[in-house]
């Protein structure tokens, strides 16, 4: 795990309001990009090759940095969605950018404010999630900084981790 992410204090500074049914939705047409961390649990855990479940993809606004994305399906769904039963076939180490869904920790994230907490609704508006404002605020700077460390710990190994997209 990361030297900054703590995923526990994303995790519990959620409050589930309205409970998530399972539809599998969130699953669909989503750009997920994994940690490094991530990437290496994924590969280790799975057994995969890294081609057959992400993709390298240069940042469009700054070529030198190099993102790890999990691949969609022709359908769009995650790779790793089994769409006969909406499960994530792995769901005890998945992402926390799916872990946390529908509550993103980032600038641009979507929410509706109300007092201190903020409303985080998922696309079919069946599940709902509340965070207090001022931890999501330090959640989402914490978050940055950690993703700036990783981009810099993926450029330091590109090399390698290039050769094992091409094996």
Known sequence: MSIIIDESR????????????ACGKCC????????????????EKTGLKPREFATLKQNPFVPSIYMIRLKNKPSGACIFLDEETNKCKIHDIKPLQCKTYPVL???????????AWLYFTCETG??????????????????????????????????????????
Request: glycine letters at 2%; hydrophobic letters at 40%.
């Open 28 to 43: 669909y047409n989503k750009d997920i990009y994994l940690t490094l961390d991530e990437f290496e649990r994924i590969k």
């Open 105 to 115: 920790f980032i600038p641009e994230a979507q929410y509706e404010k109300k007092g």
């Open 126 to 167: 069946d599940a709902v999630f509340k965070v207090k404002a001022k931890d999501f605020k330090n959640l989402v700077e914490m978050r940055q900084i950690s993703l700036m460390i990783d981009y810099a710990k993926i450029m330091t190994e590109i090399e390698r981790i290039k050769r094992e997209f091409e094996e």
């Open 10 to 21: 994303f995790l519990s500074a959620i409050k589930e309001v309205k409970k998530c049914t």
